[in-house]
T-cell receptor, first 109, second 115 residues
Framework: DAKTTQPNSMESNEEEPVHLPCNHS???????IHWYRQLPSQGPEYVIH???SNVNNRMASLAIAEDRKSSTLILHRATLRDAAVYYC??????????FGTGTRLTIIP | ETGVTQSPTHLIKTRGQQVTLRCSSQ?????VSWYQQALGQGPQFIFQ???????GRGNFPPRFSGLQFPNYSSELNVNALELDDSALYLC??????????????FGAGTRLSVL
């Protein structure tokens, strides 16, 4: 199974940037790196994905290391609504997502 | 709002009973995946259906079974319920095929309690 390593928890102040790290040393050359988040009492929500280059969308940015063995999800200006569990996943194919325990992000007002 | 709907939202069953959970996928999506999420854990893959055929299965016993219908909605059936089956069951829809980007859109889940 595709395994990633993330810190169990992180805290950040509201309106400040947040950098969520992930190690994925077993990633293969064609795997995409995905980030999902799960707000309380909801299903996981897609955040962003990438292959080799850094990626930006309206929710976040994804910085991928040159060797692709790690990545960082960047929330540019955290709000209370960003408090969630964030999951980093690399996909072996189209058949499943392998979730770890993720990083629980707490936003301090 | 992902457009993926699951029913019921909550369910209480007793050990040994059978349960059916339902999922309507997002419009245009032909693939449905089911996940089990125990309290405090990440979701665990049960199986996936692509165009009405099972397309991959996780480490779950045969008493977990499923169906996908021509409109791409899906059911998850669990027979002979055990206490450990108590969990949040999540359905996710995606546009399957050979593409590897595999963005999945999740419903809010069905909370199953087995007493």
């Amino acid at each position: 199974d595709a395994k990633t390593t993330q810190p169990n928890s992180m805290e950040s102040n509201e309106e400040e940037p947040v950098h969520l790290p992930c190690n994925h040393s077993t990633i293969s050359g064609t795997d995409y790196i995905h980030w999902y988040r799960q707000l309380p009492s909801q299903g996981p929500e897609y955040v962003i994905h990438g292959l080799t280059s850094n990626v930006n969308n309206r929710m976040a940015s994804l910085a991928i290391a040159e060797d692709r063995k790690s990545s960082t999800l960047i929330l540019h200006r955290a709000t209370l609504r960003d408090a969630a569990v964030y999951y980093c996943i690399h996909t072996l194919g189209n058949e499943k997502l392998t979730f770890g325990t993720g990083t629980r992000l707490t936003i301090i007002p | 709002e992902t457009g993926v709907t699951q029913s019921p939202t909550h369910l209480i069953k007793t050990r040994g009973q059978q349960v059916t959970l339902r999922c309507s996928s997002q419009s245009g999506h032909n693939t449905v995946s089911w996940y089990q999420q125990a309290l405090g854990q990440g979701p665990q893959f049960i199986f996936q259906y692509y165009r009405e055929e099972e397309n991959g299965r996780g480490n779950f016993p045969p008493r977990f079974s499923g169906l996908q219908f021509p409109n791409y909605s899906s059911e998850l059936n669990v027979n002979a319920l055990e206490l450990d089956d108590s969990a949040l069951y999540l359905c996710a829809s995606s546009l399957g095929g050979l593409q590897r980007q595999n963005i999945q859109y999740f419903g809010a889940g069905t909370r199953l309690s087995v007493l």
